[in-house]
């Protein structure tokens, strides 16, 4: 199966700092999702992003594809940014494509 | 709330007791899916539904693991005779058949513990 690495596994920034995820995967995808999982374990999805580039407010990410990688930036960090970061991909055919496999994933602490 | 919903929330249970847990999806989704995430760990995929059928099984854990959703719309997923190592945290998520963004919208889990 595809293997999903993310770094750097923990990282603390001071509020209003800025930093950048990366997720690494061995096969090419067809589905790739970032997730954030707030202290009380809710999973909210941030992208959908097999591939380009896409912003949200503070949050971008970029896929590139033929290279195997997938980047998340947070800009102007707040507390409320704090949890941790998954990264998830699928390359099944159809419905299959959402079977996901998840990274360890990023624990980010922005502290005040 | 049009979130996806899970039930119960929490649930404590002796080794060797069944649990069952439900997942209400989003309404107008039709796809269904079940993952467990253990402590420090991302979610790791169990099965998933498109309507009523399940079109993959072959992940769930052990033959102790089922799941259904009779009638396309809610799921309950099954643990027989729980073991320890059950413990865990086990998500729902749901999505479109088609969706011009394709994300894939979880619930906020049931927390299992076998004591």
């Known amino acids: 199966g595809i293997q999903v690495e993310q770094s750097p596994p923990d990282l603390i920034l001071q509020e209003g700092a800025n930093s950048t995820l990366r997720c690494n995967f061995s096969d090419s995808v067809n589905n790739l999702q970032w997730f954030h999982q707030n202290p009380w374990g809710q999973l909210i999805n941030l992208f959908y992003?097999?591939?380009g580039t896409k912003q949200n407010g503070r949050l971008s990410a970029t896929t590139v594809a033929t290279e195997r990688y997938s980047l998340l930036y947070i800009s102007s960090s707040q507390t409320t940014d704090s949890g941790v970061y998954f990264c998830?991909?699928?390359?099944?055919?159809?419905?299959?494509?959402?079977?996901?496999?998840f990274g360890k994933g990023t624990k980010l602490s922005v502290i005040p | 709330d049009t979130g996806v919903s899970q039930d119960p929330r929490h649930k404590i249970t002796k080794r060797g007791q069944n649990v069952t847990f439900r997942c209400d999806p989003i309404s107008e989704h039709n796809r269904l899916y079940w993952y467990r995430q253990t402590l420090g760990q991302g979610p790791e995929f169990l099965t998933y539904?498109?309507?009523?059928?399940?079109?993959?099984k072959s992940r769930l854990l052990s033959d102790r693991f089922s799941a259904e959703r009779p009638k396309g719309s809610f799921s309950t997923l099954e643990i027989q005779r729980t073991e320890q190592g059950d413990s865990a945290m086990y998500l729902c998520?749901?999505?479109?058949?088609?969706?011009?963004?394709?994300?894939?919208?979880f619930g906020e889990g049931s927390r299992l513990t076998v004591l």
């Open positions: 992003i097999p591939s």
């Open positions: 998830a991909v699928g390359n099944g055919a159809g419905a299959g494509s959402y079977q996901l496999t």
């Open positions: 539904f498109q309507n009523e059928a399940q079109l993959e």
């Open positions: 998520a749901s999505s479109f058949n088609i969706s011009p963004t394709g994300e894939l919208f």
